[in-house]
Every structure is written in structure tokens, then in C-alpha cells.
């Protein structure tokens, strides 16, 4: 497997370093290496943030996101801030609600805010996107981001953020 850096990217408290830490939890699950920071500015929520994953199935000798070759943007500011960086060949997904953008070849837009409201958890938009990009990477398998969630989510919230999630993963499907 190739070398991935994925940025999730958006505003403070759509929980983006959580399901950064759940991606590359599942992807030490899946037995490869994985690597995770984040960012985010002086107003946690509301303000611009970040999470950084690395994976690969070779020791990564440098954990933080210099080209990613998968930005998740939900926000207008998270897309104009990241999208100049995007590696030749990236992915970007992104809100559609929130972005202007035409999907095309490399580029997925969903409605990733609204879908995580309809479904009842609105903070859940985060480990939706995550089910999306397993669906379309296979970067993790939907056992092993599960099983990550489960590990990483107290017992009242797993149920509404593994319903975000498979539905992630339904939701691409239809793309």
C-alpha cells in the first residue's frame, strides 16, 4: 500500500480529531502503520481545524501533512485553505451544502452536515465522512473503523455514530 496523508479539515467541534484518531486507530487494526495530529485555532469550536492522518504499510518516518492525497473539507475555509496544497492525483470530498463545487473525477461532494442532522447527530458529521471515505478508499475495513469507534466512544453515543457511519458508507455507494 502506498503512503496516504488525509487531512480532515473544517471547523472546531465537528469532531474531526476524533474520527482522525479513529482512522488511524483502524488502520493499526488493519495492520498497517498510521500516524495522527491536529490543528486547530485559538477558537476550538467554531474556528478553523484540522486532522492529520498518516497511513501506509511502511514505517512512516514523518507523521504530519505536507501534501495530502485525501482533504476532506467541511467548510468553505478549510476547502480554500487546503485544496492549493493537494498532492497531483488527490481526492478531495467535500459538504455540498457548504461548497459550490461540481463533483467530478477526484472530487465527491455529499451532504455531509445535513445527512449527520437527519440522522440525528449533528456531531456526528465527522464519522460519517468516515464511512464515505472507507467506502470509496478502502483504506481501513468497516470492521476495523468499528471496532475503533466502539474503543473510542462512550456506550450513549456509539449507537447514533455508528448509524453516521454506516450510512457513510451507504451513502457513497450512490455517488
Known amino acids: 500500500m502506498k503512503e496516504w496523508q488525509i487531512l480532515l479539515s473544517g471547523s472546531g467541534g465537528q469532531g474531526l480529531g476524533l474520527a482522525g484518531k479513529i482512522l488511524a486507530e483502524a488502520a493499526l487494526h488493519r495492520g498497517l502503520n498510521a500516524a495522527h495530529s ?19 504499510s ?13 482533504l476532506l473539507a467541511l467548510t468553505a475555509e478549510a476547502y480554500h485553505k487546503n485544496a492549493p496544497q493537494l498532492a497531483e492525483g488527490g481526492h ?3 459538504d455540498s451544502d457548504t461548497l459550490p463545487l461540481s463533483p467530478g473525477q477526484r472530487l465527491y ?3 455531509l452536515a445535513r445527512t449527520a442532522r437527519e440522522l440525528g447527530n449533528e ?8 464511512g ?23 456506550p450513549a453515543l456509539l ?8 450510512n457513510g458508507l451507504i451513502t457513497s455507494d450512490g455517488s
Open 38 to 56: 491536529q490543528s486547530y485555532g485559538a477558537q476550538a469550536r467554531g474556528g478553523y481545524s484540522a486532522s492529520g492522518i498518516v497511513i501506509g
Open 58 to 70: 511502511r514505517k512512516i518516518a514523518f507523521p504530519l501533512i505536507e501534501k495530502p492525497n485525501l
Open 92 to 94: 478531495i470530498i467535500f
Open 109 to 111: 461532494g455529499f451532504p
Open 123 to 130: 456531531k456526528g458529521v465527522a464519522i460519517l465522512s468516515l
Open 132 to 154: 464515505i471515505i472507507t467506502a470509496l478508499f478502502g483504506l481501513v475495513g468497516p470492521q476495523d473503523a468499528e471496532k475503533a469507534i466502539a474503543e473510542n466512544l462512550p
Open 159 to 166: 449507537e447514533a455514530n455508528l448509524r453516521c457511519y454506516r
